[in-house]
């Protein structure tokens, strides 16, 4: 296994340099929120922009070939990425919120009725708890929820209780935004199939961190965006397994999602074009299969390896401070850290940070069951990617010690 060259590899990422905050060099620990791009993305996205652009599918002129092949080549690359069978079964949406809200319009409303379940868990964000209560709302169905430990990890005893002959999916995150925690999703998944439920992974803080093989893994569906894996917004994923993308119905009616439209009957195109109807995200989806192949190319298994020595690392030092608690202390945890600092509100802690050049996040991380789990508000969320240093998480920790002395 390669391993990270952080000071070469910083060099990759334009905006690392060029910041300053507070007339400080700009240290960037909110990834979790969203992560930086290399330059390769940029260009990338500029030579689209500059000699590629135009609307694809439909057209036969040159250019529209030459977009239609960039677009294409860019969902096989995902597909590659996350290990899908087939292309069809990598969707263009606009981001994890997106890919949700499409599986519970064009799956949920059509096979979750009156009086079903669906499993989700306490640590789930909030893009993966509303649209199941609007669905359950609607059709008068509800949700289980699977309980948290103090240490951020799921009840999987708990868990494997809530089933039962109503239930039909389970949502789970891979990695919880507001803890770190990696939760078992394969072993959450054979559980869930064993009783033929289907299930349905939030990955949106997971597949910039660690290798995800959606087969090994054996998901039905799997959800992530790009500006959290070094890619532009606007643009994520929704994996699905081709029979069940099949089976739904689409969640947009438009351009490009038919194959015929008259004004008795329109017959829906086959996937994945069903569910991208409309003028779809062309440039950010190019910028992504770069952002992809970048992160391809200097290997999840290394970043990995450098995240968690970071994460071992800044956990050490903080829990050593006096008045530092650490919200989510799983066994297994990507590099994101939530503390709060004696009774010092995170907000203030925040802003004290970004005095020191320091970008973390403050709030409730659109979790705000995780923060009534723990009796807490909100944290403050230092978040790394592989372009963080041990100099940077030093330069944290010796601000945090400030700000303790400050409030003693
Ligand atoms: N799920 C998780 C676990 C997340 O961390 C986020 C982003 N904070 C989302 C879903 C929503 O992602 P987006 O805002 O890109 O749709």
Same mark, same amino acid.
């Given at each position: 296994?390669?391993?990270?060259?952080?000071?070469?590899?910083?060099?990759?990422?334009?905006?690392?340099?060029? =910041?300053?905050?507070?007339?400080?060099?700009?240290?960037?620990?909110?990834? $979790?929120?969203?992560?930086?791009?290399?330059?390769?993305?940029?260009?990338?996205?500029?030579?689209?922009?500059?000699?590629?652009?135009?609307?694809?599918?439909?057209?036969?002129?040159?250019? /529209?070939?030459?977009? +239609?092949?960039?677009?294409? /080549? %860019?969902? /096989?690359?995902?597909?590659?990425?996350?290990? $899908?069978?087939?292309?069809?079964?990598?969707?263009?949406?606009?981001?994890? +919120?997106?890919?949700?809200?499409?599986?519970?319009?064009? #799956?949920?409303?059509?096979?979750?009725?009156?009086?079903?379940?669906?499993?989700?868990?306490?640590?789930?964000?909030?893009?993966?708890?509303?649209?199941?209560?609007?669905?359950?709302?609607?059709?008068?169905?509800?949700?289980?929820?699977?309980?948290?430990?103090?240490?951020?990890?799921?009840?999987?005893?708990?868990?494997?209780?809530?089933?039962?002959?109503?239930?039909?999916?389970?949502?789970?995150?891979?990695?919880?935004?507001?803890?770190?925690?990696?939760?078992?999703?394969?072993?959450?998944?054979?559980? $869930?199939?064993?009783?033929?439920?289907?299930?349905?992974?939030?990955?949106?803080?997971?597949?910039?961190?660690?290798?995800?093989?959606?087969?090994?893994?054996?998901?039905?569906?799997?959800?992530?965006?790009?500006?959290?894996?070094?890619? @532009?917004?606007?643009?994520?994923?929704?994996?699905?397994?081709?029979?069940?993308?099949?089976?739904?119905?689409?969640?947009?009616?438009?351009?490009?999602?038919?194959?015929?439209?008259?004004?008795?009957?329109?017959?829906?195109?086959?996937? @994945?074009?069903?569910?991208?109807?409309?003028?779809?995200?062309?440039?950010?989806?190019?910028?992504?299969?770069?952002?992809?192949?970048?992160?391809?190319?200097?290997?999840?298994?290394?970043?990995?390896? #450098?995240?968690?020595?970071?994460? $071992?690392?800044?956990?050490?030092?903080?829990?050593?401070?006096?008045? =530092?608690?650490?919200?989510?202390?799983?066994?297994?945890?990507?590099?994101?850290? /939530?503390?709060?600092?004696?009774?010092?509100?995170?907000?203030?802690?925040?802003?004290?940070?970004?005095?020191?050049?320091?970008?973390?996040?403050?709030?409730?991380?659109?979790?705000?069951?995780?923060?009534?789990?723990?009796?807490?508000?909100?944290?403050?969320? %230092?978040?790394? %990617?592989?372009?963080?240093?041990?100099?940077?998480?030093?330069?944290? =920790?010796?601000?945090?010690?400030?700000?303790?002395?400050?409030?003693?």
């Amino acid at each position: 296994m390669s391993m990270i060259d952080v000071e070469r590899l910083r060099g990759d990422f334009p905006i690392l340099g060029e =910041v300053k905050v507070h007339g400080r060099d700009l240290i960037y620990l909110d990834n $979790a929120a969203s992560s930086q791009m290399p330059r390769v993305v940029i260009e990338r996205i500029a030579r689209y922009q500059c000699e590629e652009h135009a609307n694809i599918h439909r057209g036969v002129h040159h250019l /529209s070939d030459v977009a +239609t092949t960039a677009y294409e /080549s %860019a969902r /096989s690359t995902v597909r590659r990425f996350i290990n $899908a069978r087939e292309d069809r079964e990598v969707i263009f949406t606009s981001g994890t +919120t997106d890919a949700i809200n499409l599986v519970a319009h064009g #799956w949920g409303r059509a096979f979750v009725g009156a009086g079903d379940e669906i499993i989700l868990s306490e640590v789930e964000h909030h893009a993966n708890i509303v649209p199941w209560q609007m669905l359950c709302e609607e059709k008068g169905a509800r949700i289980r929820v699977i309980p948290v430990d103090e240490r951020g990890e799921l009840d999987l005893d708990a868990y494997a209780g809530l089933f039962n002959e109503r239930t039909r999916l389970v949502g789970i995150t891979h990695v919880s935004n507001a803890l770190g925690t990696v939760n078992p999703v394969r072993e959450m998944i054979a559980t $869930a199939h064993a009783r033929g439920v289907p299930v349905l992974v939030d990955g949106a803080q997971a597949v910039a961190h660690e290798p995800v093989d959606v087969q090994a893994l054996d998901c039905d569906f799997y959800t992530f965006s790009g500006h959290k894996l070094y890619g @532009p917004t606007g643009i994520g994923i929704l994996y699905g397994r081709a029979a069940l993308l099949e089976k739904m119905r689409p969640f947009k009616g438009g351009g490009d999602m038919i194959l015929s439209v008259s004004f008795e009957k329109t017959t829906y195109n086959t996937i @994945p074009h069903k569910f991208e109807a409309g003028t779809p995200p062309i440039m950010p989806a190019v910028g992504l299969g770069a952002a992809v192949e970048y992160l391809s190319a200097l290997g999840l298994p290394a970043v990995a390896a #450098w995240e968690q020595s970071l994460l $071992a690392h800044a956990t050490e030092r903080l829990t050593a401070i006096e008045g =530092v608690r650490i919200i989510g202390t799983a066994r297994h945890k990507a590099a994101v850290i /939530s503390f709060n600092i004696a009774d010092v509100h995170p907000h203030d802690v925040g802003s004290l940070l970004n005095d020191e050049g320091i970008a973390v996040r403050t709030g409730h991380h659109c979790a705000q069951p995780v923060m009534k789990r723990y009796g807490v508000p909100a944290t403050v969320r %230092a978040s790394f %990617a592989f372009y963080n240093t041990r100099a940077e998480v030093d330069a944290l =920790v010796v601000a945090v010690q400030k700000i303790r002395r400050l409030f003693e």
